[in-house]
Protein backbone atom coordinates (compact mmCIF):
# COMPACT_ATOMS: atom_id res chain seq x y z
CA UNK A 1 0.00 0.00 0.00
CA UNK A 2 1.55 3.20 -0.86
CA UNK A 3 1.40 5.71 2.22
CA UNK A 4 -0.05 8.88 0.46
CA UNK A 5 1.85 12.19 1.67
CA UNK A 6 -0.28 14.24 -0.21
CA UNK A 7 -3.34 13.08 0.92
CA UNK A 8 -2.10 13.31 4.72
CA UNK A 9 -0.67 16.84 4.18
CA UNK A 10 -4.29 17.94 2.96
CA UNK A 11 -5.67 16.57 5.83
CA UNK A 12 -3.58 18.42 8.55
CA UNK A 13 -3.71 21.40 6.21
CA UNK A 14 -7.12 21.47 6.90
CA UNK A 15 -6.59 21.45 10.32
CA UNK A 16 -3.99 24.13 10.56
CA UNK A 17 -6.50 26.26 8.57
CA UNK A 18 -9.42 25.41 11.26
CA UNK A 19 -6.35 26.24 13.61
CA UNK A 20 -6.29 29.78 12.50
CA UNK A 21 -10.09 30.18 12.14
CA UNK A 22 -10.10 29.32 15.75
CA UNK A 23 -7.53 32.24 16.35
CA UNK A 24 -9.18 34.57 14.56
CA UNK A 25 -12.57 34.08 16.15
CA UNK A 26 -10.29 34.46 19.65
CA UNK A 27 -9.02 37.92 18.20
CA UNK A 28 -5.63 36.63 17.89
CA UNK A 29 -3.32 36.96 14.47
CA UNK A 30 -2.03 33.82 12.45
CA UNK A 31 1.14 32.17 13.35
CA UNK A 32 3.58 33.54 10.97
CA UNK A 33 6.87 32.00 9.50
CA UNK A 34 9.93 33.35 8.30
CA UNK A 35 11.98 32.43 5.94
CA UNK A 36 15.92 33.43 5.05
CA UNK A 37 17.07 32.15 1.75
CA UNK A 38 20.84 32.74 0.91
CA UNK A 39 21.64 32.63 -2.45
CA UNK A 40 20.06 30.45 -5.84
CA UNK A 41 20.34 26.78 -5.17
CA UNK A 42 17.76 25.21 -7.38
CA UNK A 43 16.79 22.27 -4.54
CA UNK A 44 16.59 25.32 -1.72
CA UNK A 45 14.44 27.75 -3.93
CA UNK A 46 11.38 25.27 -4.70
CA UNK A 47 11.46 23.87 -0.20
CA UNK A 48 11.26 27.55 0.16
CA UNK A 49 8.84 28.43 -2.25
CA UNK A 50 6.76 25.70 -0.98
CA UNK A 51 6.83 25.81 2.54
CA UNK A 52 5.74 29.94 1.72
CA UNK A 53 3.16 28.69 -0.36
CA UNK A 54 1.78 26.41 2.04
CA UNK A 55 1.72 29.26 4.46
CA UNK A 56 -0.82 31.45 2.60
CA UNK A 57 -2.92 28.59 1.49
CA UNK A 58 -3.68 28.04 5.01
CA UNK A 59 -4.00 31.45 6.03
CA UNK A 60 -0.59 31.65 7.84
CA UNK A 61 1.69 35.12 7.68
CA UNK A 62 4.83 34.38 5.77
CA UNK A 63 8.23 36.41 5.08
CA UNK A 64 10.70 35.82 2.87
CA UNK A 65 13.85 36.75 3.02
CA UNK A 66 16.45 36.92 -0.06
CA UNK A 67 19.85 37.35 0.73
CA UNK A 68 22.62 37.07 -1.91
CA UNK A 69 24.84 34.05 -2.40
CA UNK A 70 28.25 36.34 -1.12
CA UNK A 71 25.81 38.08 2.15
CA UNK A 72 28.42 38.21 4.24
CA UNK A 73 27.56 35.45 7.74
CA UNK A 74 27.86 39.11 10.05
CA UNK A 75 24.90 40.48 7.70
CA UNK A 76 23.24 36.90 8.22
CA UNK A 77 23.36 36.63 11.74
CA UNK A 78 21.20 40.46 11.86
CA UNK A 79 19.27 39.32 9.78
CA UNK A 80 18.40 36.87 12.28
CA UNK A 81 18.70 38.82 15.30
CA UNK A 82 15.93 41.31 13.89
CA UNK A 83 13.23 38.21 13.28
CA UNK A 84 14.48 37.18 16.73
CA UNK A 85 13.69 40.51 18.61
CA UNK A 86 10.11 41.03 15.85
CA UNK A 87 7.34 39.90 17.99
CA UNK A 88 4.74 39.38 15.06
CA UNK A 89 6.89 36.60 13.86
CA UNK A 90 6.52 33.30 15.52
CA UNK A 91 8.95 31.20 13.87
CA UNK A 92 12.53 31.44 11.91
CA UNK A 93 14.32 29.14 9.46
CA UNK A 94 17.54 29.29 7.38
CA UNK A 95 17.12 27.40 4.76
CA UNK A 96 20.33 24.67 4.32
CA UNK A 97 22.75 23.95 3.15
CA UNK A 98 24.54 27.87 3.38
CA UNK A 99 27.44 28.91 0.85
CA UNK A 100 30.54 28.04 2.07
CA UNK A 101 32.15 30.67 3.75
CA UNK A 102 28.86 30.49 6.12
CA UNK A 103 29.29 28.64 9.53
CA UNK A 104 26.13 26.63 9.20
CA UNK A 105 26.31 26.01 13.44
CA UNK A 106 26.66 29.40 14.37
CA UNK A 107 23.67 30.46 12.01
CA UNK A 108 21.62 27.44 14.15
CA UNK A 109 22.54 28.99 17.45
CA UNK A 110 21.80 32.18 16.54
CA UNK A 111 18.31 31.57 16.20
CA UNK A 112 16.56 31.64 19.84
CA UNK A 113 14.74 28.42 20.09
CA UNK A 114 11.54 29.57 21.08
CA UNK A 115 11.41 30.70 17.39
CA UNK A 116 13.41 27.66 16.15
CA UNK A 117 10.95 25.83 14.15
CA UNK A 118 13.45 23.53 12.13
CA UNK A 119 14.21 22.10 15.81
CA UNK A 120 17.49 22.72 14.71
CA UNK A 121 19.00 24.46 17.74
CA UNK A 122 21.20 22.37 20.08
CA UNK A 123 18.68 23.33 23.13
CA UNK A 124 15.69 21.96 21.37
CA UNK A 125 18.09 18.83 19.84
CA UNK A 126 19.08 18.28 23.86
CA UNK A 127 15.26 18.83 24.61
CA UNK A 128 13.77 15.99 21.90
CA UNK A 129 16.87 13.69 23.26
CA UNK A 130 15.26 13.92 26.87
CA UNK A 131 11.84 13.27 25.55
CA UNK A 132 10.78 16.80 26.79
CA UNK A 133 7.96 19.30 24.82
CA UNK A 134 10.24 20.80 21.83
CA UNK A 135 10.15 21.82 18.23
CA UNK A 136 11.09 17.90 16.90
CA UNK A 137 12.57 18.56 13.20
CA UNK A 138 10.01 18.66 10.27
CA UNK A 139 11.27 15.59 8.13
CA UNK A 140 11.08 13.17 11.25
CA UNK A 141 8.36 14.90 12.49
CA UNK A 142 6.32 14.52 9.24
CA UNK A 143 7.35 10.71 9.17
CA UNK A 144 5.75 9.64 12.71
CA UNK A 145 2.62 12.40 11.57
CA UNK A 146 2.51 9.38 8.63
CA UNK A 147 2.84 6.33 10.78
CA UNK A 148 -0.03 7.29 13.41
CA UNK A 149 -2.33 8.65 10.54
CA UNK A 150 -2.25 5.07 8.64
CA UNK A 151 -2.39 3.67 12.30
CA UNK A 152 1.17 1.31 11.40
CA UNK A 153 1.85 -1.18 14.43
CA UNK A 154 5.62 -0.26 15.76
CA UNK A 155 5.64 -1.36 19.18
CA UNK A 156 8.53 -4.57 19.52
CA UNK A 157 9.10 -4.47 15.93
CA UNK A 158 12.89 -3.83 13.89
CA UNK A 159 13.26 -0.13 12.78
CA UNK A 160 16.32 0.18 10.41
CA UNK A 161 17.27 3.87 9.88
CA UNK A 162 20.19 4.50 6.96
CA UNK A 163 21.99 7.62 7.76
CA UNK A 164 22.75 9.70 10.71
CA UNK A 165 22.58 13.26 9.53
CA UNK A 166 21.63 15.93 12.26
CA UNK A 167 18.34 16.27 11.08
CA UNK A 168 17.02 13.56 9.79
CA UNK A 169 18.69 9.93 11.09
CA UNK A 170 19.35 10.63 14.10
CA UNK A 171 16.48 11.97 15.59
CA UNK A 172 14.55 9.89 13.44
CA UNK A 173 16.36 7.03 15.39
CA UNK A 174 15.52 8.46 19.12
CA UNK A 175 12.02 9.21 18.53
CA UNK A 176 11.52 5.34 17.09
CA UNK A 177 13.32 4.08 20.34
CA UNK A 178 11.29 6.20 22.82
CA UNK A 179 8.60 4.99 25.29
CA UNK A 180 5.29 6.00 23.28
CA UNK A 181 3.18 5.42 19.69
CA UNK A 182 4.71 5.32 16.89
CA UNK A 183 7.60 3.85 18.96
CA UNK A 184 8.87 1.04 21.10
CA UNK A 185 11.30 -0.21 18.12
CA UNK A 186 14.09 -1.72 19.01
CA UNK A 187 16.04 0.33 16.75
CA UNK A 188 19.46 0.25 14.73
CA UNK A 189 21.12 3.22 12.85
CA UNK A 190 23.45 2.23 10.00
CA UNK A 191 25.55 4.61 7.97
CA UNK A 192 28.73 4.76 5.92
CA UNK A 193 31.44 2.39 7.95
CA UNK A 194 28.13 -0.08 8.96
CA UNK A 195 29.68 -3.63 8.22
CA UNK A 196 27.40 -5.74 6.36
CA UNK A 197 24.90 -3.54 5.82
CA UNK A 198 22.28 -5.82 4.12
CA UNK A 199 22.07 -8.33 6.96
CA UNK A 200 20.25 -5.27 8.90
CA UNK A 201 18.14 -3.96 6.26
CA UNK A 202 16.89 -7.48 5.76
CA UNK A 203 15.48 -8.08 8.97
CA UNK A 204 13.93 -4.56 9.29
CA UNK A 205 10.33 -4.35 10.03
CA UNK A 206 10.55 -0.86 9.43
CA UNK A 207 12.97 1.04 7.13
CA UNK A 208 13.70 4.77 7.24
CA UNK A 209 16.02 5.22 4.72
CA UNK A 210 17.93 9.29 4.69
CA UNK A 211 21.27 8.83 2.28
CA UNK A 212 20.64 11.26 -0.45
CA UNK A 213 21.59 8.02 -2.74
CA UNK A 214 19.24 7.89 -5.88
CA UNK A 215 17.89 4.11 -5.63
CA UNK A 216 20.31 2.74 -3.34
CA UNK A 217 17.92 0.33 -1.57
CA UNK A 218 16.61 -2.62 -3.68
CA UNK A 219 14.14 -4.96 -3.73
CA UNK A 220 16.93 -7.69 -2.56
CA UNK A 221 17.96 -5.75 0.52
CA UNK A 222 14.24 -5.47 1.75
CA UNK A 223 12.49 -8.11 3.88
CA UNK A 224 8.74 -9.11 2.45
CA UNK A 225 5.83 -7.33 4.44
CA UNK A 226 8.19 -4.08 5.96
CA UNK A 227 7.58 -0.96 6.10
CA UNK A 228 9.20 1.45 3.71
CA UNK A 229 10.15 5.51 4.55
CA UNK A 230 11.68 7.06 1.61
CA UNK A 231 13.45 10.26 2.47
CA UNK A 232 15.69 10.96 -0.27
CA UNK A 233 14.88 13.46 -3.29
CA UNK A 234 17.56 13.93 -5.34
CA UNK A 235 17.68 15.34 -8.95
CA UNK A 236 18.59 13.20 -11.55
CA UNK A 237 19.37 14.59 -15.05
CA UNK A 238 17.34 13.39 -17.59
CA UNK A 239 17.17 14.84 -21.03
CA UNK A 240 14.21 13.52 -21.92
CA UNK A 241 12.40 15.56 -19.25
CA UNK A 242 11.38 19.20 -20.00
CA UNK A 243 12.76 20.38 -16.74
CA UNK A 244 16.14 18.67 -17.83
CA UNK A 245 15.84 16.32 -14.57
CA UNK A 246 13.70 13.82 -12.63
CA UNK A 247 13.55 13.47 -8.88
CA UNK A 248 14.43 10.25 -7.18
CA UNK A 249 14.22 8.81 -3.71
CA UNK A 250 16.93 6.34 -1.89
CA UNK A 251 14.60 3.43 -2.80
CA UNK A 252 13.71 1.63 -5.95
CA UNK A 253 10.02 2.37 -5.67
CA UNK A 254 8.90 -0.22 -8.48
CA UNK A 255 10.41 -3.27 -7.63
CA UNK A 256 10.21 -2.80 -3.39
CA UNK A 257 6.41 -1.65 -4.20
CA UNK A 258 5.33 -5.27 -4.04
CA UNK A 259 7.20 -6.59 -1.62
CA UNK A 260 6.32 -4.16 1.32
CA UNK A 261 3.64 -3.77 3.39
CA UNK A 262 3.50 -0.13 3.07
CA UNK A 263 5.81 2.38 1.13
CA UNK A 264 6.31 6.30 0.75
CA UNK A 265 6.71 7.17 -3.46
CA UNK A 266 9.01 10.30 -4.30
CA UNK A 267 7.30 12.66 -4.88
CA UNK A 268 4.41 12.87 -2.98
CA UNK A 269 5.80 10.82 0.32
CA UNK A 270 7.86 12.23 3.10
CA UNK A 271 8.48 15.60 1.44
CA UNK A 272 4.90 16.86 1.86
CA UNK A 273 4.50 15.79 5.48
CA UNK A 274 7.95 17.62 6.11
CA UNK A 275 6.41 20.52 5.31
CA UNK A 276 3.30 20.10 7.34
CA UNK A 277 4.98 19.51 10.21
CA UNK A 278 6.99 22.68 9.76
CA UNK A 279 3.92 24.16 9.78
CA UNK A 280 2.89 22.72 13.04
CA UNK A 281 5.47 23.43 14.61
CA UNK A 282 4.99 27.62 13.77
CA UNK A 283 1.55 26.96 15.26
CA UNK A 284 3.23 25.78 18.08
CA UNK A 285 4.85 28.61 18.48
CA UNK A 286 2.46 30.88 18.48
CA UNK A 287 -0.18 28.82 20.67
CA UNK A 288 3.23 29.09 22.81
CA UNK A 289 2.77 32.91 22.75
CA UNK A 290 -0.80 32.91 23.92
CA UNK A 291 -2.10 33.47 27.42
CA UNK A 292 -4.50 30.47 27.91
CA UNK A 293 -7.11 32.86 29.03
CA UNK A 294 -7.10 34.79 25.85
CA UNK A 295 -8.29 30.92 23.74
CA UNK A 296 -11.04 29.17 24.05
CA UNK A 297 -12.25 25.92 22.03
CA UNK A 298 -8.76 25.35 20.97
CA UNK A 299 -7.97 21.65 20.65
CA UNK A 300 -4.27 22.41 21.13
N1 LIG B 1 17.61 21.78 4.09
C1 LIG B 1 17.20 20.49 3.93
N2 LIG B 1 16.22 20.20 4.79
C2 LIG B 1 16.00 21.32 5.52
C3 LIG B 1 15.10 21.64 6.58
O1 LIG B 1 14.30 20.83 7.05
N3 LIG B 1 15.18 22.91 7.06
C4 LIG B 1 16.06 23.82 6.58
N4 LIG B 1 16.07 25.02 7.14
N5 LIG B 1 16.92 23.55 5.61
C5 LIG B 1 16.87 22.31 5.08
Do not use: W
Amino acid sequence: MILNGKKIAEEIKAELANEVRLLAANGQRPPHLAAILVGNDGASETYVASKVKSCETIGFGSTLVRLPADVSEEQLLHEIDSINANDEIDGLIVQLPLPKHIDEQKVTERVIPEKDVDGFHPVNVGKLVLGLPTFVSATPKGIMEMLKRYDIETSGKHCVVLGRSNIVGTPMANLMSRNSYPGNCTVTLCHSRTKDLVSYTRSADILIVALGRPEFVTADMVKEGAVVIDVGITRVEDSTNPRGYVLKGDVAFDEIEKKASFITPVPGGVGRTTITALLQNTLQARLNNVKPSKLHNHVS
